[in-house]
């Protein structure tokens, strides 16, 4: 399956647009677009980043003893399982969705009995099974790509591109002031210094990964996307054999248009207007030390004279 299969993962470090460019693909006829962040991650991943970054966001790990039914349950999808399985307490239970995580389980192990167990196999299963339970998505008859979206997870962009090698990743950078200046209007935000480390190690991680598959790693800056998704996303649809379709001018939810991004993400407005707003809610002080602290890529992603 995993020479056949197509996904488009999307990756980001938080606030910097994922969500948001994940709301514009949204409604691409030629798409299978996720409906939350695909958390597709395990309690197996343990390596030198795990301190850093959440486990859930992270390229699965599966024991090697374990049956399709324990892969599945292992594999957190937290936004997706919430929805699902306990809709009242869900911030997406606004939206309707119908899908049974138990016949979605029944329907992975199916995928899973004629492909086998491995990595590669388990993902495809999972995105093929989401869409073959979720009843009342809106299917063109035209999708051939399954898209999903998982902050930090360039991290791990090299090991989807080997092990899938029909897959494509979209990694997306947001200048690093509005990104913090979102991030601090979480409940328990992280701290400056401990943001930027998080933003810079995606940075790293793209731009390595770009110099290795560079015909399938493909980096957007979330301005560009604001400012003209249908021409930005239109770019990355076109080198994967898709269209660039008109859907890509509006952001949506299972193809209905949203009035705005959030509860996908902080950002609620999409425009260059209201990003640069954002930036300029930082003091004088944590401006400097953002600048600081990201220096070396603010060039490189023409930041430098941003703010």
């Known amino acids: 399956m995993p020479n056949d299969f197509r996904l ?4 980001a470090m938080y606030e910097n647009g994922g969500n948001t460019t994940h709301r514009f693909l949204d409604g691409h006829p030629q798409m299978f677009v996720y ?5 597709i991650g395990t309690h197996m991943v343990q390596d030198s980043l795990s301190s850093t970054f959440p486990v859930k966001y992270r390229w699965p790990v ?20 919430i929805r699902s399985r306990t809709p009242n307490v869900s911030k997406f239970r606004h939206k309707p969705f119908d899908m049974n995580d138990d016949e ?25 099974a989401t869409f073959d339970a979720w009843k009342d998505y809106k299917k063109t008859g035209e999708q051939v790509v399954h898209v999903g979206y998982s902050p ?14 029909q897959a494509h990743f979209l990694h997306v950078v947001r200048n690093p002031w509005s990104a913090y200046a979102d991030t601090r209007k979480r409940p328990v935000p992280l701290a400056l ?17 770009k110099e290795k598959f560079p015909d399938r790693l493909h980096i ?10 249908q021409q930005t996303l239109g770019a990355v649809c076109e080198k994967m054999g898709l269209e660039a379709a008109d859907s890509l001018k509006t952001p949506t939810w299972n193809a209905e248009p949203l009035e705005e991004i959030y509860p996908w993400g902080t950002i609620r407005k999409a425009s260059p207007e209201a990003n640069k707003a954002t930036a300029q809610e930082l003091s004088k002080a944590e401006q400097d030390e953002i600048r600081a602290r990201t220096w070396q890529y603010l060039e490189t992603f023409d930041y430098k004279s941003f703010l």
Not at 35 to 39: A, T
Not at 153 to 164: H, N, P, Y
Not at 220 to 229: F, G, H, L, T
């Open 62 to 81: 599966f024991n090697l003893d374990a049956t399709p039914f324990q892969d599945y349950k292992a594999i957190i999808d937290e936004e997706g399982k």
């Open 35 to 39: 409906p939350f962040e695909s958390q």
């Open 8 to 11: 488009l993962m999307l990756g």
């Open 104 to 128: 979605r389980c029944d329907i992975y192990q199916q995928y899973i009995a004629r492909t086998g167990r491995s990595r590669p196999n388990n993902v495809a299963a999972f995105f093929q």
């Open 152 to 165: 930090i997870l360039v991290v791990d962009a090299d090991k989807i591109l080997t092990e899938m090698p």
């Open 193 to 209: 210094q401990n943001y930027m480390l998080g933003w810079t190690l995606n940075q790293y991680h793209a731009l390595l990964f």
């Open 220 to 229: 957007v800056r979330a301005e560009d996307v604001m400012a003209n998704p």
